[in-house]
């Protein structure tokens, strides 16, 4: 699924094409759409800041440019593929 992790900005955006797609006239599928993305959104709590270089924003921005992407969406993707699989013990 493309969208599973959205930007608030993204978020707007898709509540008001979906609006205009049923011309405020909500059926049963649209609404679930609706909430189910809205569930999605509100389902991530934490929010994390950090400090970076100079030249290391650049080369995010850079490489968001390239491949039209958010750092938001950069930055998840490189955290999730951190994860290792763990020798049982």
Do not use: H
């Amino acid at each position: 699924m493309q969208w599973l992790y959205i930007t608030p900005a993204a978020l707007i955006d898709r509540l008001r094409y979906l609006l205009r797609l049923c011309e405020y006239n909500l059926n049963f599928n649209v609404f679930m759409l609706l909430l189910y993305t809205i569930m999605l959104y509100n389902s991530m709590k934490k929010r994390l800041d950090f400090r970076v270089e100079e030249y290391e924003l650049k080369i995010l921005e850079d490489y968001c440019s390239e491949v039209g992407r958010t750092k938001t969406d950069v930055l998840r993707e490189l955290i999730r593929s951190l994860k290792t699989k763990r020798k049982p013990s």
